[in-house]
């Protein structure tokens, strides 16, 4: 199968959450669900010194951080209600290779540790798939270890690290610690998912 690029227009739809296209007009109600220090803390972003605490230089922040020409930037939200609790991209397509990477991804902390996250990837690795990519990878900083962690609970394999990537908003140089999904490995890893998010009702 040749791979395509999911239509970014196309909603995405699970059981506890609803991936549609992100919207500048969605900003305000995605920075208060993400806005808040303890997202940065981790790594995200940049790292702690990335943290914006007016919403101004927070969109700011914003317009240039996601991959709003590189990729398919999605609102994370609840399907009851539609609220948003955060954002996640599949963007850095390369079809000639047949990959593309899973990423820019942040909730609200009041869904950590839910079923949104897991529920999310499943999602968005379902889409990649099903549109012939080969690979699919997923990567955060070495010191953001609930990132780390919750990549490696969906399956992914561990590939290694990539040293000085890019500057940490601090100056400091951010090491990247790679993962992936190959399409041999999905019908497996959806399994997985699929037991756990039958096991996980909240």
Same mark, same amino acid.
């Given at each position: 199968m040749t791979a395509r690029r999911p239509d970014p227009a196309a909603v995405l739809e699970g059981t506890t959450v609803r991936l549609r296209a992100?919207?500048?007009?969605d900003l305000p109600d995605l920075f208060d669900a993400i806005g808040h220090p303890e997202v940065f803390a981790g790594g995200? *972003?940049? *790292?702690?010194a990335?943290?914006?605490d007016t919403y101004e230089e927070w969109r700011a922040f914003m317009l240039e951080y996601l991959a709003w020409d590189a990729g398919n930037v999605y609102a994370?939200?609840?399907r009851d209600g539609d609220r948003i609790v955060g954002t996640t991209t599949l963007g850095d397509f390369d079809l000639a290779n047949g990959s593309?990477?899973? *990423?820019?991804?942040?909730?609200a902390p009041e869904v950590w540790g839910t079923r949104?996250?897991?529920?999310a990837k499943?999602?968005?690795? *379902?889409?990649?798939?099903?549109h012939g990519l080969e690979r699919v990878k997923l990567q955060a900083d070495v010191l953001n270890e609930r990132s780390r962690a919750a990549i490696l609970r969906l399956g992914a394999q561990f590939e290694g690290v990539l040293r000085h990537t890019q500057p940490r908003a601090d100056g400091s140089w951010r090491d990247t610690a790679v993962y992936s999904v190959l399409s041999e490995e999905w019908p497996a890893v959806r399994a997985g998912l699929d037991e756990r998010l039958a096991a996980q009702t909240a």
């Amino acid at each position: 199968m040749t791979a395509r690029r999911p239509d970014p227009a196309a909603v995405l739809e699970g059981t506890t959450v609803r991936l549609r296209a992100l919207t500048l007009d969605d900003l305000p109600d995605l920075f208060d669900a993400i806005g808040h220090p303890e997202v940065f803390a981790g790594g995200w *972003g940049g *790292g702690p010194a990335a943290y914006r605490d007016t919403y101004e230089e927070w969109r700011a922040f914003m317009l240039e951080y996601l991959a709003w020409d590189a990729g398919n930037v999605y609102a994370v939200t609840l399907r009851d209600g539609d609220r948003i609790v955060g954002t996640t991209t599949l963007g850095d397509f390369d079809l000639a290779n047949g990959s593309a990477h899973i *990423g820019w991804t942040a909730y609200a902390p009041e869904v950590w540790g839910t079923r949104v996250n897991a529920e999310a990837k499943r999602l968005l690795l *379902g889409a990649a798939f099903d549109h012939g990519l080969e690979r699919v990878k997923l990567q955060a900083d070495v010191l953001n270890e609930r990132s780390r962690a919750a990549i490696l609970r969906l399956g992914a394999q561990f590939e290694g690290v990539l040293r000085h990537t890019q500057p940490r908003a601090d100056g400091s140089w951010r090491d990247t610690a790679v993962y992936s999904v190959l399409s041999e490995e999905w019908p497996a890893v959806r399994a997985g998912l699929d037991e756990r998010l039958a096991a996980q009702t909240a």
